[in-house]
Every structure is written in structure tokens, then in C-alpha cells.
């Protein structure tokens, strides 16, 4: 059980920095578990008053459980961004984490589908129009799956071929689309009008709604995109996250520069748009052709 200052640090989280509800959750049960380690290991401990050994001890603990180095990376920077709450609202006399570094992550390129992995995609029969668009929005303007299901009809613009998505923290940013995003969506803008006149109890500013009007969730967005990729017989790990990955290795593939990649995935920091920085086989392909005397 975690006490009223995680519980009040949580609804810090929520209602000044605009944690999704997903993130929000993670570092909820990350909270929660450390609080039961010093329940086990420290009945006599008071989180205000964990020193760098407690904290070394139970860092170790989380390193025989055979968590992931990214896992035990997420649960150090919850209880780092806790502790910086207690020491800015005068609950610690001194944080602890001032003196304890953050692993390491490990760099891994992220799964990403080649060109032709995305054309075959977008070729897969029976694939519906509201599917088309959602799958086009989320290679064209690389936007998150979150994002995506919280469009509204009201944040596109087709004649000027920009979105505006609202990303973590709810910070808004424009984003440009394709000319194939944008024929998709406009053939499921004619589609969704349908389904608001059939369902007139089903009002809505959505963008992309589910078989009862409502604004689609992003569990049954997942699911239904999953179908597609099975479909289109992509022998990989994949998810709708995947096409953010597409999207940013084959921007940078052809030229584009880093620093309008990480405004248009809306990412902080620049080192975090880095990781799409890799090589492909089929930039490889080009240089080398381009390069070679005897290519």
C-alpha cells in the first residue's frame, strides 16, 4: 500500500504534467512496489527516510528478477522523479537520488518495416477504408497510437495537409501528411458522416469511431490493426508503434534532417530521435551504388 504522499505525487503526475494514462499507471505500480520491498526488507523504513544503500539494496533485487535493463531503468526514474517531489515540497531533508546515477539504457534500433514491407501493407485485400486511414495517419505523420485515437475531426486539415496531435503532456504540435493519408481520410470522412447519421445519439468530435459511434479505444484500435499485419504476412514483432518507427528510419533515410524528425514525433530531446539514426540495407544499396566506380 502506498501512502498519501505517493498519492499525492501521483495526482501531481495527472493534473500538472499531463502523464498519459498508461505511463501514469506504470509508475502507480512501480511506486507500489517499492513500497512493498521496504514493507519486506525495511518494516521500519519510511520512504522520506531511505538512504543510497536502501535504495543500491533494492536496485539489486530488481537486477535478480530478471527484469529488463529498460524495466529497472523505468522504475529508477519513478522513484527519481518521487523524490524530487518530496524534496521541492520539503518532505526529504536531503534526496538521496542527487548521488545515485541512472543505468545506462541499452541502444537497440527499434523494429521498423522496410518500404516494400509498408507497400505490401497498404495492398492487403479487404482492408477498410477507416482501417486505411488509421494506418496511413500513423506511417504518414508518425503519430502515436494514443495520439491517433484521440483525433478529432476538428484537428485536420485536409486542403493544407496538416494534423494537429497533442502528444505527452498534452503539448500540441502540427504535423504535415501525405497526399495518400490524405485521400484516405477523406474517403473516411464521406464513411464516418454515415455512421453519425445512422447513430444520432452518437454525436461526436472523434475522428475515428467504432461500429457504435463512439471514439474508438486504443485497445481496439490495436486489435484491429493487428489484423492487418498478420495479414499482410509481416514476419515480425509488430505493432502500431512500428509505423512511428517506419516512419522516422525512412525520413532520415532519404535525406530528411534529424532536427524536423524530432519535431515531428514530438520528442524533447534530440538523443531520443537519434536511435532511428541506423542504416538500412536499402540506403546501403544507394550509397554504394552511387559511390561504387563499379557498381
Not at 512501480?30 to 522520506?48: C, G
Not at 518532505?91 to 518495416?113: G, M, S
Not at 536511435?275 to 563499379?294: I, M
Request: aromatic residues 10%.
Amino acid at each position: 500500500m502506498i501512502d498519501n504522499n505517493a498519492r499525492n505525487f501521483l495526482q501531481h503526475l495527472r493534473a500538472e504534467r499531463g502523464f498519459s494514462q498508461h505511463t501514469w499507471k506504470a509508475y502507480k505500480t512501480d511506486l507500489a512496489e517499492f513500497y512493498e520491498f521496504l514493507r519486506k526488507h525495511y518494516p521500519e523504513k519510511k520512504p522520506e527516510k531511505c538512504d543510497r544503500l536502501i535504495f543500491r539494496d533494492y536496485f539489486s533485487f530488481l537486477s535478480k528478477r530478471g527484469l529488463s535493463r529498460a524495466s529497472v531503468i523505468r522504475k529508477v526514474a519513478a522513484l527519481r522523479s518521487f523524490f524530487k517531489f518530496l524534496s521541492r515540497e520539503g518532505l526529504v531533508e536531503k534526496n538521496p537520488f542527487l548521488y545515485i546515477a541512472t543505468p545506462k539504457r541499452e541502444k537497440r534500433i527499434p523494429v521498423f518495416l522496410s518500404e516494400q514491407e509498408v507497400r505490401e501493407l497498404f495492398e492487403v485485400k479487404g482492408l477498410s477504408v477507416r482501417d486505411r486511414a488509421m494506418l496511413e495517419m500513423l506511417y504518414s505523420a508518425g503519430i502515436r497510437i494514443e495520439e491517433l485515437v484521440n483525433l478529432n475531426s476538428s484537428d485536420i486539415d485536409i486542403l493544407g495537409g496538416m494534423i494537429r496531435v497533442f502528444g505527452k503532456g498534452s503539448k500540441e504540435r502540427i504535423v504535415p501528411v501525405g497526399d495518400k493519408s490524405l485521400k484516405a481520410l477523406h474517403d473516411y470522412m464521406a464513411e464516418r458522416g454515415e455512421i453519425l447519421k445512422n447513430k444520432p445519439s452518437a454525436l461526436s468530435g472523434a475522428l475515428f469511431l467504432n461500429r457504435d459511434g463512439a471514439r474508438i479505444s486504443v485497445r481496439g484500435a490495436r486489435k484491429t490493426l493487428h489484423k492487418w499485419f498478420l495479414l499482410a504476412g509481416i514476419n515480425k514483432k509488430v505493432s502500431p508503434h512500428t509505423l512511428r518507427h517506419s516512419f522516422a528510419t525512412h525520413l532520415l533515410d532519404r535525406g530528411c534532417d534529424l532536427r524536423s524528425v524530432q519535431e515531428m514525433l514530438g520528442h524533447k530531446s534530440l538523443s531520443t530521435t537519434q536511435v532511428y539514426t541506423h542504416v538500412t540495407p536499402e540506403s546501403l544499396k544507394r550509397v554504394y551504388e552511387k559511390a561504387h566506380p563499379r557498381a
